[in-house]
């Protein structure tokens, strides 16, 4: 009987490691390194989290609105003079805003008429300006002159203002 032939073999592989799997197998790796980077990427991760909450805090305080008090004296000082408005005393909860101004248009020499026409005006603007941006349910506006009440206007509800001068000026 003939023999059949075999196909050459395959060429042989060296023996040692298997084939595809990395250098070294079978020995325990060092987990140090591992571990440093993990760390490093961890810290660096929480460094940039803790950054950007920072920043947003920061540009939320930047955008945030002004506290009521700061804007009514803000709306008044535009239309008296800066530095003039000396207290702001705002109740929310009861609807009622108390403002003391330092006065800047009456003038010694003015006559009475005129010097009732200036508070008035002041005064009316003042809580006109005021009542463009809040609603109150009374606001009062005490002009005052070298400590001495002059004038006091009051608003309440939809109502105009009302001027109730000092005793010398009557």
Do not use: C
């Amino acid at each position: 009987m003939a023999r059949a032939e075999r196909p050459p073999a395959a060429p042989q592989r060296p023996r040692g490691r298997p084939k595809g799997l990395a250098r070294g197998w079978g020995h325990r790796r060092n987990w140090v390194p591992v571990a440093a980077y993990v760390g490093f990427v961890v810290l660096v991760g929480a460094g940039l989290f803790a950054w950007d909450r920072a920043y947003e805090a920061r540009q939320q305080a930047l955008f945030a609105p002004a506290a009521p008090d700061v804007v009514v004296r803000n709306l008044i000082e535009s239309v008296v003079g800066r530095g003039t408005v000396t207290d702001v005393k705002l109740d929310q909860r009861a609807g009622t805003l108390n403002v003391t101004v330092k006065d800047v248009l009456v003038k010694p020499g003015q006559s009475l008429d005129e010097k009732k026409k200036n508070l008035s005006t002041e005064g009316t603007l003042a809580i006109q300006f005021v009542e463009s941006r809040f609603r109150f349910k009374v606001m009062t506006v005490h002009l005052v002159q070298d400590g001495t009440v002059l004038a006091t206007v009051t608003a309440s509800g939809q109502s105009a203002p009302k001027t109730e001068y000092a005793p010398d000026l009557k």
